[in-house]
């Protein structure tokens, strides 16, 4: 089998339904969000989606390629009592925490669509070799199996340095067809908790979909992460549109010192499944997170509606209007929580 058909992933069986049957969130053949949802418009409106996605460019790409800031390895595993992160733009972020690597949604890839015949391209050059300069990955978070979280590039470079995956139901079968031990694999339900170390790493519910192909749609989970050590209290917002879910997880679980928040990729069209960024705001405040940071942009476009500068300066103004502290990093930047970075790195480049 080529690259191009693993690109779909492991095939659903009815052992596999078998086991999804046992979730809550499975419902008439297929994993259901806590309210009713539609992926927006339908058969029909598919033509006027393509047409813009592929006519309205202006704006959209940056006019060079992104820089990413060289990986150096001596000064994330230094010691430090905060966490440090790294983003690598889409929804990418690779975490040191209480001396574990964790790393989340690691699509590295330089493309998001490897089956359509006109390829997504990254704003940013040779991003898949990054993986050969990171340390060893303790735990790969993984939050759902959309080709722009998902990628058989990055799985196959991190397979053999990755001592754990924890990832949403369902996308373990994806893993094993590429190759992945299944006994390094542990797939969450929404709520679910595990502690590594000493860390505890919950899965949270989102408003979302998934699916890789014409056959497996919403036939994985999909949701977020919290990250949670006795000295700080990380969350992954992950993908979703905005619902009741963002003040059950800030009651339940927070409130958290930073919380990476999607912020990209919307339009009218996905409505109910992506945050536009005053949403992303709100969902912020009623998770009680504590300082913001946009991601699931600077990546890719993917989105016909806004330009790849707009996510970002519409977070920070209305974070501004809300009184929500926030952080901007820029692409391969090593962070720790404790920063009061809010330099529009962007304004550099057209």
């Not at 340390?135 to 990755?162: A, C, M, R, W």
């Amino acid at each position: 089998m080529n690259n191009f058909f693993k690109q779909f992933g492991g095939k659903v069986t009815q052992k596999h339904i078998k086991e999804y049957e046992q979730s809550e969130q499975w419902r008439d053949g297929s994993f259901k969000n806590l309210e009713h949802t539609t992926l927006g418009g339908n058969i029909l409106d598919l033509p006027r989606i393509i047409y813009k996605q592929l006519s309205n460019k202006k704006g959209r790409i940056p006019e060079n390629p992104l820089p990413v800031k060289k990986f150096e390895i001596e000064e994330f595993l230094s010691p430090s009592d905060k966490a440090k992160f790294i983003w690598y733009g889409h929804s990418a972020v690779l975490i040191r925490i209480q001396e574990m690597n964790i790393l989340i949604d690691p699509m590295l890839g330089d493309n998001t669509t490897p089956i359509a015949p006109i390829a997504t391209k990254r704003f940013s050059e040779n991003t898949l070799s990054i993986i050969d300069d990171f340390p060893e990955i303790d735990l790969v978070l993984l939050t759902h199996d959309h080709y722009d979280h998902l990628d058989f590039g990055s799985i196959q470079k991190l397979k053999n340095k990755t001592k754990q995956f924890f990832v949403a139901l369902g996308v373990k079968r994806h893993l094993v067809a590429w190759g992945i031990d299944e006994k390094l694999i542990t797939e969450f339900d929404w709520w679910m908790t595990e502690k590594l170390d000493q860390i505890n790493i919950t899965f949270t519910p989102t408003r979302h979909f998934s699916g890789r192909g014409l056959r497996d749609g919403s036939k994985t989970l999909w949701g977020g992460w919290v990250i949670k050590s006795k000295n700080e209290n990380i969350w992954f917002s992950g993908d979703g549109g905005y619902g009741n879910h963002f003040k059950e997880i800030g009651e339940i679980l927070g409130p958290f010192d930073i919380g990476f928040m999607e912020c990209g990729q919307y339009n009218d069209d996905w409505k109910l499944i992506h945050l536009f960024p005053e949403e992303a705001i709100k969902a912020a405040k009623e998770a009680k997170v504590k300082k913001a940071i946009p991601v699931h942009w600077g990546g890719f476009p993917l989105s016909y509606q806004h330009t790849w500068k707009e996510p970002a300066e519409d977070f920070v103004t209305e974070a501004i209007n809300s009184n929500q502290d926030y952080m901007l990093p820029s692409l391969g930047e090593l962070c720790s929580t404790s920063d009061q970075l809010k330099n529009k790195w962007w304004f550099n480049f057209k």
